[in-house]
């Protein structure tokens, strides 16, 4: 029997689905990450796969594809998250310094304690292995803290959010670095991202102004696809296409900005709030299911005797020693002495993981254990969860997070009704108007027309 038959296939694909639900319900009660809960259950999957196949599998071709979206749904999500104000400029700043600082300076003694330890590593793989490993997920973050104060909240979003796309941008700024013939250097590549910053502007604004004017419901997905095909563009044009995806995102996210002065007029408020409120429902969505496939076939793949190798544990260990001293030391310059539990919110997940399969051959080291990934995955998880468990805080999920971009949605929806229904009842006077002008347009009567029955009766 083939157990890689396509309706084997669909009943694996839905009940991991439905286990990845369950999985964030306990982890709203729980307070453990439901990341972890899925790589135990692709640990599972990988035993028995082995005991019914004993070819081993090729997933790459998966992780890549699912890389590629994981990646652009991250970006698009993070850029959606960020509310760019006035008032918010400063807590903006100081959270982007502290993401940048601490990228900088975790990746700097993690690419030094993997030169040291790792055979065959050199500095420059040493730091491309290294960036992914100092990089927050947003993806775990952004959900769990939204029963912190407000404050540390919104400290937490724009952290793990500027933590993200700028750690991407550095890993590819690194991985063009690669080749030197081809590499532009720093110039070039602050060149490129001008360049790709220019050309994003001008595409959002197309894309917000088109599709505010498609009536018809079912357009999500066609946005996606035009997404998609930008990203793709900008692949083959040597662009920062992710650039592209976090630019569209800001601007859709942070239209009264973007769109004021004289552009007011061209925009249909209330329609394009409707759009902003869909894509964040489909970007969360499509990222729950990337995310929960992607940490599976992470599990699949993963090889759990290297987490009880003696190498592995102590790089490991070493590695979240230095990212918590330096997160305490930067949090204290800019924060102050409150530093409960923000200090111990620092879990990597996703963006890890999708990073590290996006290394290239030329700059893959084979001595790396990929079990150093999976137990700083798992141990910046724990100590989040402990964090938040002594602060007797409950951790919320991406389900929670999408219950209330349906609500946000709805009240859109409400917004346009009002809309229509004012526009009916203005139009009601006219109506009138016009019937009483049609009225008094009409012919006189005749008094010769009689009624038939009436000449009858005279008669």
Do not use: C
């Amino acid at each position: 029997m083939d157990i890689f038959s396509s309706y084997n296939l669909i009943i694996a694909a839905s009940i991991i689905v439905i286990l990845s639900f369950w999985f964030n319900g306990i982890a709203k009660k729980t307070n453990i990450p439901s990341v972890l809960m899925l790589i135990a259950l692709g640990i599972i999957l990988q035993y028995v796969i082995k005991y019914f196949v004993k070819v081993p599998l090729d997933f790459f071709p998966l992780l890549e594809v699912l890389g590629i979206v994981g990646l652009i749904m991250i970006v698009l999500e993070a850029a959606l998250e960020l509310e760019l104000k006035k008032e918010k400029l400063w807590p903006i700043l100081k959270s982007m310094a502290i993401a940048l600082i601490g990228l900088l300076a975790s990746a700097w003694v993690a690419a030094l304690i993997l030169y040291q330890f790792i055979p065959d590593m050199t500095m420059h793989s040493a730091w491309l292995y290294a960036t992914p490993l100092s990089i927050l997920s947003s993806a775990i973050i952004i959900p769990s803290v939204g029963s912190l104060k407000d404050h540390k909240k919104e400290f937490h979003i724009y952290e793990s959010t500027f933590s993200d796309i700028m750690g991407i941008i550095m890993f590819y700024f690194l991985v063009g670095q690669l080749d030197p013939a081809e590499s532009s250097g720093a110039l070039g590549f602050a060149g490129n991202i001008l360049l790709t910053i220019v050309l994003a502007v001008i595409a959002s604004y197309a894309i917000i102004l088109i599709f505010q004017e498609i009536k018809s419901q079912a357009k999500q997905f066609l946005l996606i696809a035009v997404l998609l095909l930008l990203y793709a563009l900008g692949k083959k044009m040597h662009l920062s296409s992710l650039i592209i995806i976090l630019i569209f995102g800001l601007v859709i996210a942070n239209m009264k900005l973007f769109f004021g002065g004289k552009m007011v007029h061209f925009l249909k408020k209330e329609r394009a709030h409707q759009i902003y409120h869909e894509l964040h429902i489909i970007t969360l969505e499509t990222a729950f299911i990337v995310r929960t496939f992607f940490f599976v076939v992470f599990g699949i793949t993963i090889v759990l005797a290297s987490l009880f190798n003696v190498t592995v544990a102590m790089v490991s260990v070493l590695i979240l020693l230095s990212i918590y001293a330096i997160r305490f030391i930067l949090l204290r310059l800019f924060l102050g002495s409150d530093l409960f539990p923000q200090l111990f919110i620092a879990p990597r997940g996703l963006i890890t993981v999708l990073l590290f399969y996006a290394i290239p051959v030329e700059a893959q080291v084979v001595t790396f254990e990929p079990g150093i990934l999976l137990f700083v995955i798992i141990g910046t998880s724990l100590i989040m969860t402990w964090a938040m468990i002594r602060d007797k805080r409950k951790m919320a999920t991406v389900l929670d997070e999408l219950d209330e971009t349906y609500k946000e949605r709805d009240e859109a929806y409400q917004g346009i009704d009002h809309e229509h229904h004012g526009e009916l009842k203005q139009a009601q006077p006219d109506m009138i108007d016009d019937v009483q002008v049609a009225e008094d347009k009409k012919l006189p009567e005749d008094p010769d027309l009689e009624a038939p029955g009436e000449r009858q009766f005279e008669g």
